[in-house]
């Protein structure tokens, strides 16, 4: 089986250059961490065009395939740019990323809302401006889009999302497909849904059903069970009720290796059992062929980033443990300190072959719990030499925060030598942008 670029560990453009440096899209990181400062994210766009090919590659032999973006794992303009240039559509997941990818350009017909409490503003937002569809997640919500609708008097196109009962051993804070879980109509609901959307709520259009395991998934026999509940629940429905479902969407959750330890599957292996399941499916099931969807997040953008930063202090425990500090912490990346999420990390600036030392890369914030990466062995770091963590494009900048009043980072795109800012770094005038001292206290 081929492989895909989320098996890899680095950027694919990562090499040592002339300099004895590291250097990314050929460009020297440590004169990128000079020229921008630091913390710096950096996304490598050969890296991102190679994933998006393997999924176009992967998925070829189902033509019906769509392959949505979950903008949540990172979502700016220029990134969104990328992915449209390259053909894929987007899964959003509030209004502030449905303006962002319409700021971009992107063809709203190729924009899905997803999410489990989507508001009145953000509906008629993503209404308003044309997404394609919404992924409608539980009675309350059917109830308001089609009061938006009807006062707007327009039909509003739709999936349902639903909980297929899966479980995947990932970490418990990131499944969603298991019975017990927030997300989705569980399977006993669906016919109530539809029920009410072919009698009551006749502003909306049911095309299809939904469904999101769960991220960072390894196990590939998952598909094959989730898509066969689609599509018997797909075949049901559309016997039992007249219907014409002909879309599925399988959600995302593909993983990518964080660290040696992570074995994360081929995207040409999935696509093989999606679509050898999917053709399967449609003969058991007796169903037209149906558009798929797929919402790859972690996996199109994680390999591509990641974060530069300054070595500062360090402190040597007595008989304990070295702790090394960088300029950066918890507030650019949560991960570590929000799921335990482990790192790989390499000195931009210093030979593999130095001497080396095992010690705790810990961040600037003001929490015992800022720890970026646990007894890792590098090689001796000194104050201003140049950190390099690995697979930081998702779910670090779109999870970042300002904690400690520290001005998020910037992130530039780099690609043949080149890099252009992407994300300007916030300045201190940036982070009072929305104070306000009321008149009275002057
Ligand atoms: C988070 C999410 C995704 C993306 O998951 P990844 O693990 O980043 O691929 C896709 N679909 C839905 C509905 C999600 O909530």
Same mark, same amino acid.
């Given at each position: 089986m081929l492989s895909s670029t989320? @098996?890899? @560990?680095?950027?694919? =453009? =990562?090499m040592i250059n002339d300099k004895g440096n590291l250097q990314i899209g050929g460009c020297d990181l440590v004169e990128l961490a000079d020229k921008y400062g630091t913390p710096l994210y950096v996304l490598d766009e050969e890296t991102i065009r190679a994933i998006c090919n393997d999924y176009k590659k992967a998925f070829s032999?189902?033509?019906k395939t769509n392959i949505m973006y979950a903008s949540k794992a990172l979502c700016t303009m220029a990134l969104s740019s990328i992915l449209d240039s390259e053909g894929l559509g987007f899964d959003t997941v509030s209004g502030g990323e449905i303006y962002t990818v319409y700021k971009a350009g992107v063809d709203m017909s190729k924009v899905l809302f997803n999410g489990n409490n989507k508001s009145y503003e953000e509906l008629e937002l993503a209404i308003d401006l044309g997404v394609g569809r919404i992924s409608a997640d539980n009675f309350y919500e059917l109830a308001l889009l089609n009061t938006i609708a009807q006062s707007k008097n327009k039909h509003v196109d739709i999936l349902l999302r639903i909980t297929p009962g899966i479980e995947c051993h990932t970490h418990e804070y990131i499944q969603t497909g298991h019975l017990d879980s927030k997300f989705g109509f569980d399977l006993s609901q669906i016919d109530e849904a539809v029920e009410l959307i072919q =009698? /009551?709520? =006749?502003n909306l259009r049911i095309h299809g059903l939904h469904a999101h395991i769960g991220s960072q998934i390894f196990e590939t026999s998952i598909y094959a069970d989730e898509i066969d509940i689609i599509c018997r629940e797909i075949s049901r429905l559309n016997k039992q009720f007249g219907l014409n479902l002909n879309e599925i969407n399988i959600g995302g959750g593909i993983g990518v290796k964080y660290t040696d330890e992570d074995q994360p599957p081929s995207v040409y292996e999935i696509g093989h059992i999606v679509v050898n399941k999917l053709n399967e499916c449609i003969k058991k099931y007796s169903i037209e062929p149906p558009a798929l969807f797929l919402e790859p997040g972690r996996s199109i953008i994680s390999t591509s980033g990641v974060t530069l930063y300054t070595i500062g202090s360090s402190k040597q425990v007595p008989q304990g443990k070295k702790y090394v500090s960088v300029d950066g912490g918890m507030a650019d990346n949560p991960r570590p300190s929000l799921y335990d999420a482990k790192y790989f990390a390499q000195v931009?600036?210093?030979? /593999? #072959?130095t001497e080396k030392e095992k010690v705790t890369i810990c961040g600037r914030?003001? /929490?015992?719990? #800022? $720890?970026? $990466?646990?007894d890792v062995t590098l090689p001796v770091l000194e104050e201003g030499d140049v950190l390099c963590v690995y697979n930081t494009g998702a779910y670090n900048y779109s999870m970042a925060y300002n904690y400690n009043r520290v001005p998020r980072p910037a992130m530039v795109l780099v690609r043949d030598s080149k890099s252009d800012i992407v994300v300007s770094r916030e300045s201190y005038d940036d982070l009072l942008v929305h104070d306000i001292i009321p008149d009275r206290l002057k």
């Open positions: 989320n @098996q890899n @560990q680095k950027p694919i =453009t =990562t032999a189902y033509p =009698t /009551e709520y =006749t931009v600036n210093k030979k /593999e #072959d914030y003001c /929490e015992s719990g #800022d $720890i970026l $990466i646990k």
